[in-house]
């Protein structure tokens, strides 16, 4: 007899907290079977979370970064030698591919705290030299020497979407903890379950009780109770710009400080000047929306804005793509078109792409759901002739669809991009020199030229990094007579 899917507490103050609220269930996008069964947040439970985190703070920051740094350095061990535990966990409640749930969650998550270990170490007081200053009503004349001396914010609470539940969050949680902060987490409610097994493995790492802990639920009371709460110092916060807008006004009342990714999937500009070698790299880079988790992934440029005399090639190579993905059980399939996360998010991308079909596009591929059952599947998609008034031009799908829209200057194509709301992440394939001068032209959160990548040191947010590290922290002057 097969086991039954385990429950899951609340972790918080280093062991398992039984909810009042009961539990609910975490379905596998591609089978809709139960996967396990996590805790009904209340705001009773983020007080005590958010109270056990005020607790430990003090031991916490005052620990020595080098210490810190060999903590969270276990932390990335034991995630690493776990993963044969936690990757299966993971694809089965996100609905990813294996790879995507071994190498963009799983791996990604240990590499988050293994370069927050070295920003702990990096941590240090910066000195700047001494400085002859004038008399005045406070002092004396003479040399003045100063340091600046990073501090923690206190305690952070981390809020996430479901789309990548480890990842995200430790690129958030990571960081924190290696500039002195507590922390109290709240996952997606879709996909909780990954990140709870974190818990045992950050206290047998060797952080104490309270540092870390996590509370999760199916509605948005735990969200709301923990921006509320007056013990929070800080909220960090990944997902739609509504939600968003929501916590800062909530956050402003008392004064808190707020670190948020709110912006959309992207675009890629595919020059005149684009070379072969470009234009595969370019059709590689939105072909991730079908390949890599459905889509469902920030990096992902779901709009691409083609010079029209490349316009045709560049569709006849996406649809390709799109044709020999394969799709179906991520666990049967290494790589490919998953499911999406629920029904809900499945109907959203075909009502999105319907939309556009009626408002005059064409679908060039991925006109019918695939008939796998069950699960939440939508086929890899291709919106071709789409025009910079239609609703798809300006708002990335969530989903395994990419929008082509051709353009004749580059001036129109800076136009068109910045029609969006907000952008994650945008890239521009052509010849080098000409690609960096419209890269200058966009407003996104980082431009990639001629490649689709990610550089952990420069990522400001949920990279683990060291631009992220100064999000959790504050610099405090300290300055003497030399």
């Given amino acids: 007899m097969a086991d039954s899917p385990k429950k ?21 996008p591609a089978t809709e079977e139960a996967v396990g069964h996590a805790s009904e947040g209340h705001a009773a439970e983020v007080w005590i979370a958010a109270k056990a985190a005020r607790s430990a703070l003090r031991e916490w920051s005052r620990t020595d970064p080098d210490e810190r740094a060999v903590v969270l350095e276990r932390v990335a061990a034991l995630v690493t030698d776990r993963a044969g535990e936690l990757v299966p966990l993971v694809r089965a409640e996100s609905g990813a591919t294996t790879w995507v749930a071994q190498s963009t969650q799983v791996l990604a998550a240990a590499a988050c705290f293994r370069l927050a270990a070295r920003s702990a170490r990096e941590s240090g007081p910066v000195a700047r030299a001494p400085q002859p200053v004038a008399a005045g009503p406070l002092a004396a004349d003479g040399l003045i020497g100063a340091a600046a001396v990073r501090r923690p914010l206190g305690v952070v609470g981390c809020i996430t979407s479901h789309n990548f539940p480890l990842a995200h969050l430790t690129g958030m949680v990571a960081p924190a903890l290696a500039m002195g902060n507590t922390v109290v987490a709240k996952p997606a409610p879709q996909d909780p379950l990954g990140f709870l097994e974190l818990g045992p493995l950050l206290k047998e790492a060797g952080v104490p009780d309270g540092v870390f802990n996590v509370v999760t639920g199916s509605g948005p009371i735990t969200n709301e109770a923990l921006v509320a709460h007056y013990d929070i110092d800080m909220i960090s916060f990944f997902g739609a710009a509504a939600v968003g807008k929501r916590i800062a006004k909530s956050a402003s009342d008392q004064l808190k400080r707020t670190s948020m990714e709110l912006g959309g999937k992207g675009v890629a ?45 560049v569709v006849d190579a996406l649809v390709s793509h799109a044709r020999s993905v394969p799709v179906g059980s991520s666990a049967d399939h290494p790589v490919g078109v998953g499911p999406l996360i629920s029904e809900a998010q499945r109907d959203r991308v075909e009502a999105s792409v319907e939309e556009a079909r009626q408002q005059g596009a064409r679908v060039a591929v991925g006109d019918v759901r695939p008939s796998i059952k069950p699960g939440f599947w939508a086929a890899a998609t291709v919106l071709a002739d789409v025009t910079e008034d239609m609703t798809v031009a300006r708002e990335g799908i969530a989903g395994p669809v990419v929008v082509v829209i051709p353009f004749d200057e580059v001036d129109e194509a800076v136009r068109i991009a910045g029609g969006a709301p907000a952008a994650l992440h945008d890239y521009v394939f052509g010849d080098a020199a000409h690609a960096w001068q419209v890269a200058a032209k966009l407003r996104s959160g980082s431009v ?35």
Avoid: C
């Fill in 269 to 313: 500009i595919v020059l005149e000047d684009a070379d072969e070698r470009a234009l595969e790299s370019a059709v590689l880079a939105a072909s991730l929306n079908f390949s890599l988790h459905s889509g469902q992934v920030g990096p992902a440029p779901a709009r691409m804005l083609v010079h029209r005399s490349l316009y045709g090639k």
């Fill in 448 to 482: 990639g030229v001629n490649a689709v990548m990610l550089h952990p040191e420069t990522q400001v947010l949920r990279g683990g990094g060291p631009f992220e590290a100064r999000a959790y922290s504050d610099f405090r002057p300290v300055v003497w007579a030399a």
């Fill in 8 to 28: 899951y507490g609340h972790w918080i103050a280093g062991a398992w907290h039984q909810p009042e609220q009961g539990h609910y269930q975490i379905t596998d």
